[in-house]
């Protein structure tokens, strides 16, 4: 009895201190992706208003009746939700209004069919964009015809057009990811998928924009666990994939 107590109170401490490895995790794998290239990021300020835009992986289950900010119904279930979260707790000072308008199915030209009422009418000061995977996928699906051409040009215009309307606007530009051995991911992706991935990073670059390494988080995060740990369907974050994109989004803030 008194050996199984100690071999117990061994295996306790032994998991416990595991667990401590576990619970850094998340910060190691982002900060490895986030820091390798010295990254822009931006300030917040008082009163900010935070708009996050996309497709699903940004909608992921938010009320599009709700139009509150702050309010968990109209965040969704998704890495917008535990940014915000995380903002707000940070921040409370701050009086942060923070936004979701994500939309399912969305590529960038849908973006654009609904950006006055989406952006320009909540009068953003920062405003985080993750799109870019149905713009390639849906050339493989759903018969769209758009080219890695059609993505470039539609972001740019949609940015310059952000930018005249809201002077001294920030964008977050977010990576188009993908993860191989899952339901829809597979060898057809690339190499043209990786342009579109590429393309997200020059665009931040030419925009003075911070750049989510979604990608690069990701692959980082396969060292730890396979990708149907990170993901639903190689696209979609299960919830510690979710949690992945939140601690990368938070590392494209000042303090």
């Known amino acids: 009895m008194k050996d199984h107590t100690s071999n117990s109170r061994r295996n306790f401490i032994k998991n416990t201190a595991m667990g401590a490895v ?9 900060s490895a ?29 938010r009320d599009h009746n709700k139009t509150t900010p702050n309010d968990t119904g109209a965040l969704g279930n998704g890495y917008t939700l535990l940014a915000a979260g995380e903002l707000l707790a940070r921040f409370p000072e701050k009086n942060l209004q923070i936004y979701n ?5 969305n590529k960038v030209y849908q973006l654009a069919e609904r950006w006055d009422t989406d952006c320009i009418a909540l009068k953003p000061t920062v405003v985080s964009i993750h799109i870019g995977v149905n713009d390639f996928w849906h050339t493989l699906t759903s018969g769209y015809t758009g080219t890695i051409e059609t993505y470039i040009n539609d972001y740019k ?18 990576e188009p990811f993908g993860l191989t051995g899952t339901k829809f991911v597979d060898a057809k992706w690339y190499p043209t998928f990786d342009l579109f991935r590429k393309a997200a990073r020059d665009i931040a670059t030419q ?12 692959n980082n995060a396969l060292k730890s666990a396979p990708a149907t740990y990170w993901t639903l369907d190689g696209v979609h974050p299960s919830i510690a994939g979710e949690k992945l994109m939140a601690q990368g989004w938070m590392e494209t803030l000042k303090g």
């Open 22 to 30: 576990a619970a850094l995790s998340i910060p190691q794998i982002v």
């Open 33 to 61: 992706a986030v820091t390798a290239p010295a990254g822009k990021k931006i300030q917040l300020n008082k009163d900010d208003v935070i708009l996050f835009q996309g497709d699903s992986i940004t909608d992921w289950g």
């Open 101 to 105: 308008k994500g939309v399912s199915g």
């Open 157 to 174: 215009k949609l940015l310059d057009r952000t930018k005249a309307a809201l002077p001294g606007v920030k964008f977050i530009i977010g």
């Open 207 to 218: 925009y003075d924009a911070p750049f989510i390494p979604y990608q690069t988080i990701f």
